[in-house]
């Protein structure tokens, strides 16, 4: 092994420790993989500069603009509206309507654009129904997945593939399509069937707004004139009675009688502390009344005192390309900005118990929200999040909408005939949206995904560099070793095997990254096919199910759908293995070596 391939293990090792830990943003570490690569010579420097302009990056930073002016036109919102009303009545019609109209409108726009539109629908269908919005938001993330993969645009994975096999085949427009539709029925047959019998009946948050109980994590500041100065933790318990549990109580950094069993043992409240406490929402504001605390994250805030009458409980989730993604609670200020006060943070279904005044948002994050109703009221159409009390009666269709359509129906008539570079058609799609109404250049910019652009810059650079230092082959070499005896069926099964795992330790993209020079690398080697390898990472890399992180849709629904961890892995875990089985057989029939 030689030094540049030692270079690229070295670096590849990092990035994947980024990407599962979530230490930055993902687009950041995809930046950091061009200038490390590009600095180190591993790859050349111009080359790795290349990223920035490649085909994958230009053509997926165009398609989000044409997306948001369908959104923003309200094309997309009357198209799966209409699609829901005609399955309302029972929620297996509904369901089979909502995946139906999700998988289809993500064949041609971004699948996590479709998704954040979808979600005020469903929970407005849920509470028409009466049943709890985890039984729809899964299916139709998964459904949005299958739907893009249909055709090349319908996720920025089919790009990123197409983009790092370019120098050795083409992928067309319509390539995906054949393979696509055949996975989407075995998925969508599956989410009908067999995932109603798997999914939960959760309530979430926002069943406090009908009249639920429902406990929840959130910290309390002790003022200085707080009732509670004095106290110990089990002290305060017992004088406030009710189904109040204080969950930890800090001063400053330490978190204080941890150990502690007795109730003499146990320090005591003092101005400046904090408790972190469950109960319900209405108990907590009787707390914050009684005593005097704060609660956080707006207590520096003056007037952030809940009040208990006139008030509201609402939840906001934070969207993938919200410019509050990376700032604190405290520094977006949600009640000297909006006069709301946060009372809790949840990410991935579990409550933040520490530090949720200073922690980094994240997309999908939910934000649970108390204020007066007219205050809740004006979060509504507010950039950077999504107000989940009732999107659902407030779609319109803009007048820009008939241009918007006709711009998209150019679009991908071009992209079908092959006569221009998609890349390049895209690029002028999007300048004609903006230039004829249906988009603002301010909101252009804002809807693209700099955090996906930054990835998918980082992924091509990768897998330039497995190529360029003979990695990819190499690896590719050992994977062949193992299963070409049983034929290259079995080596296929392997690749397709091995992407679906990476796609959920690492994202879609950078699985994509690392297993597409070695498919294609395996291929050439066993003389198969190399389009049917691509199309299997492709396809794996994409078929995200079985954990909340693997595929930004599943992150996007976690909180609002009150999903757990293992809820994925039930649902999810099965779908995904049956797509690998069908892949398997599916690919190497159709491209003749089975």
């Not at 996590?112 to 629908?121: G, I, K, Q, R």
């Not at 509504?380 to 407030?394: A, C, N, S, T």
């Not at 003389?527 to 890399?541: D, Q, R, Y």
């Amino acid at each position: 092994m030689n030094a540049d391939q030692i270079i690229v293990l070295i670096v590849l090792a990092g990035a994947m420790t980024c990407w599962i830990a979530e230490l930055v943003p993902l687009g950041l570490t995809g930046i950091s993989l061009v200038a490390i690569l590009g600095l180190s010579g591993a790859i050349d420097a111009s080359k790795a500069l290349q990223a920035f302009s490649s085909p994958a990056v230009v053509l997926v930073g165009a398609l989000y603009v044409l997306s948001a002016a369908l959104i923003r036109t309200g094309v997309v919102a009357a198209l799966e509206d209409r699609l829901i009303r005609l399955g309302a009545g029972s929620e297996k019609r509904v369901l089979i309507a909502a995946t139906l109209a999700t998988a289809l409108v993500s064949g041609l726009l971004n699948n996590t654009s479709v998704v954040v539109l979808m979600l005020p629908l469903l929970l407005g269908a849920a509470r028409r129904l009466k049943i709890p919005p985890s039984r729809l938001l899964m299916p139709v993330s998964f459904a949005a997945i299958l739907g893009g993969m249909l055709t090349l645009i319908g996720t920025s994975t089919n790009v990123l593939v197409a983009n790092l096999a370019r120098d050795r085949l083409t992928i067309g427009f319509f390539d995906f399509l054949p393979f696509g539709a055949a996975f989407l029925i075995v998925g969508l047959a599956y989410l009908w069937l067999v995932a109603p019998r798997l999914l939960p009946s959760r309530p979430t948050i926002s069943s406090v707004t009908h009249g639920e109980a429902f406990e929840y994590v959130t910290e309390l500041l002790v003022r200085d004139d707080s009732r509670g100065l004095g106290l110990t933790r089990h002290g305060f318990e017992q004088e406030a009675g009710g189904d109040l549990r204080v969950l930890q109580h800090l001063r400053g950094e330490e978190a204080l009688g941890v150990v502690a069993d007795t109730d003499h043992e146990q320090p005591r409240l003092a101005p400046g502390d904090v408790i972190v406490v469950r109960a319900t929402p209405e108990f907590v504001v009787r707390l914050c009344r009684q005593y005097r605390f704060a609660a956080l994250p707006d207590a520096t805030e003056p007037g952030t005192m809940p009040q208990a009458h006139g008030t509201t409980f609402a939840e906001i989730v934070i969207t993938p390309v919200s410019p509050l993604v990376g700032q604190s609670l405290a520094s977006v200020g949600l009640f000297r900005t909006f006069g709301v006060i946060a009372l809790a943070l949840l990410r991935r279904g579990a409550h933040l118990r520490r530090g949720i005044v200073d922690v980094a948002l994240r997309a999908g994050d939910v934000i649970l929200v108390h204020g007066a109703p007219e205050k809740v009221e004006g979060l509504r159409g507010r950039p950077g999040f999504l107000l989940l009390i009732g999107v659902d009666e407030r779609i319109v269709l803009h007048g820009r909408a008939p241009m918007a359509i006709g711009i998209a129906i150019l679009f991908v008539a071009g992209a079908a005939s092959g006569m221009f570079s998609l890349p390049l058609l895209a690029v002028a799609v999007a300048v004609a949206c903006i230039a004829t109404g249906c988009l603002a250049p301010r909101l252009a910019l804002r809807e693209i995904n700099w955090n996906v652009l930054g990835l998918l810059a980082g992924a091509v650079t990768l897998g330039a560099a497995l190529q360029e230092t003979h990695l990819a082959r190499a690896i590719a070499g050992g994977i062949v070793d193992v299963t070409e005896d049983l034929g290259p069926a079995w080596v296929l099964a392997a690749i397709y095997l091995m992407t679906s795992i990476a796609t959920e330790i690492v994202s879609n993209a950078g699985a994509a990254a690392l297993m597409v020079p070695i498919a294609l690398e395996a291929a050439q080697r066993i003389h198969a096919p190399e389009k049917a390898f691509a199309l299997a990472v492709a396809f794996a890399a994409s078929a995200s199910f079985a954990t909340p992180v693997g595929y930004q849709t599943n992150a996007f629904i976690l909180g609002p759908g009150g999903y757990r961890f293992t809820d994925f892995v039930r649902v999810g875990l099965p779908l995904q293995v049956l797509l690998w089985l069908f892949a398997s057989l599916l690919l190497p029939y159709s491209f003749g070596f089975l």
